[in-house]
């Protein structure tokens, strides 16, 4: 969270004139309530399962740039629907995922201590992050800009 996911997929897809999706956008649009709501009316495990399912239909349906949720990566089912297409992991330490998020407002894992709860997941995912990616790009200092430039340079 607050690696910039979103932000770069969306100037990658202007970049190259491609349509870009965002599995937790699609997720909201489909379910009609917004992702905090989701956790708690529902939980975790439900938003993983809706996850896995928006996943598998974006990679089916979509040709472009795809954001994925912070989480997704952390199923197998997901990981698997990965197998073929470039990943991009976009690094971010902890200090600058702290001053991207905004107090965690709308991301409830990351609800009580912001910075113990980044710490935490970060510790956690990165293992997996760098094991689907097909290229990683370090985002800490730099700009969103500078991050889609990469990337273009590296999917050229
Ligand atoms: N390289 C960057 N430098 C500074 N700020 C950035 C950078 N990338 C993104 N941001 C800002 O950080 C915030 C979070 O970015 P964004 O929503 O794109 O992250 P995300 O990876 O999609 O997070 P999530 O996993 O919660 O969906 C936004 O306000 C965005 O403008
Ligand atoms: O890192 C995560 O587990 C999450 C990241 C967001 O993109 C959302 O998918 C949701 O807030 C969970
Ligand atoms: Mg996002």
Redesign the pocket.
């Known amino acids: 969270?607050g690696a910039g996911?979103?932000t770069v997929a969306s100037l990658l897809g202007e970049a190259w004139g491609v349509p870009v999706r965002d599995?937790?956008h699609d997720?909201e649009a489909t379910e009609g309530r917004t992702?905090?709501d989701i956790?708690v009316e529902s939980g975790e495990d439900h938003?993983r399962e809706l996850?896995v399912t928006a996943v598998a239909r974006a990679v089916t349906e979509h040709t472009g740039v795809l954001a994925?949720?912070?989480?997704?990566v952390?199923r197998a089912e997901t990981r698997e629907l990965l197998d073929d297409v470039p990943v991009v992991f976009l690094r971010v330490g902890l200090s600058d995922a702290v001053k991207r998020v905004d107090l965690g407002i709308?991301?409830?894992?990351?609800l009580g201590n912001v910075r113990a709860r980044i710490k935490a997941?970060l510790d956690e995912?990165t293992p997996v992050y760098e094991s689907v990616a097909t290229h990683v790009v370090d985002t800490d200092g730099r700009s969103p800009d500078e991050v889609a430039a990469e990337i273009q340079e590296l999917l050229r």
Not at 68 to 72: E, F, I, K, P, Q
Not at 106 to 110: A, E, F, H, T, V
């Open positions: 969270m996911k979103t599995t937790d997720i992702i905090s956790f938003f996850e994925l949720g912070g989480g997704a952390m709308g991301r409830p894992l990351l997941l995912r």
